[in-house]
């Protein structure tokens, strides 16, 4: 079975500073692969996403992320973080598509120390 | 554009009680999935319907829940009875395959379900 891994449960960043969020999947074949964003009582919102070509992707609020099959990884990069960051990050993987039901990561909760 | 549309954002009942969740999708979506996030979790998929039918419920607990979208627009989500294990936050979907966003799931803010 399809699974997602996040490793950090919580990372801690400076403002200012630089973030990598990491994300591994256990597949067969290359899934499609997302990052969502969710905000205290807010809904998950779409960082980004791959489905094929360019292995670096950009999404909105200046993240990126690079998937490197080698390493079956997909992690999310910021080069400068802002304290309106802080949030819930889930990496998620869809075998057949997008429109397939999606396969989340337990998240990684994202704290912007001042 | 508006959003997935979710209500209630927030249910207390107790145990052995009904409930039910209701979901108005993105206009023009035909694909809708319910998920279930249970605190400190990535949501998990419960159902997923393309249109009217259920194409992937084998998620669903389906002795105690059941879901439906009659028309293929709003969908209902229902528990019953719940069960102390239920209390979550439960999350609609929507996605339009084949429109210029393909693939693209949206979510609404969910149901926070608190069972006493």
């Known amino acids: 079975a399809q699974s997602v891994t996040q490793p950090d449960i919580h990372i801690t960043v400076s403002e200012g500073a630089s973030l990598e969020l990491r994300c591994n999947y256990s597949y067969g074949a290359t899934p499609y692969l997302f990052w969502y964003v969710q905000s205290p009582g807010q809904g998950l919102q779409l960082l980004l996403k791959y489905f094929s070509g360019d292995t670096l992707v950009q999404g909105i609020k200046g993240f990126e992320a690079e998937f490197k099959r080698s390493q079956s990884s997909f992690n999310l990069r910021k080069p400068s973080v802002h304290w309106s960051d802080a949030a819930e990050y889930f990496c998620a993987v869809a075998l057949g598509g997008g429109a397939d039901g999606l396969t989340f990561g337990k998240g990684t909760h994202l704290i912007i120390q001042p | 554009e508006a959003g997935v549309v979710q209500s209630p954002r927030y249910k207390i009942i107790e145990k052995k009680q009904p409930v039910a969740f209701w979901c108005n999708p993105i206009s023009g979506h035909n694909t809708l999935y319910w998920y279930l996030q249970n605190l400190g979790q990535g949501p998990e998929l419960l159902i997923r319907y393309e249109n009217e039918e259920a194409v992937d419920d084998s998620q669903l607990p389906k002795d105690r829940f059941s879901a439906e979208r009659l028309k293929g627009v709003d969908s209902t989500l229902k528990i019953q009875p719940a069960e102390l294990g239920d209390s979550a936050v439960y999350l609609c979907?929507?996605?339009?395959?084949?429109?210029?966003?393909?693939?693209?799931?949206?979510f609404g803010p969910g149901t926070r379900l608190t069972v006493l």
């Open positions: 979907a929507s996605s339009s395959p084949g429109a210029g966003d393909t693939d693209t799931q949206y």
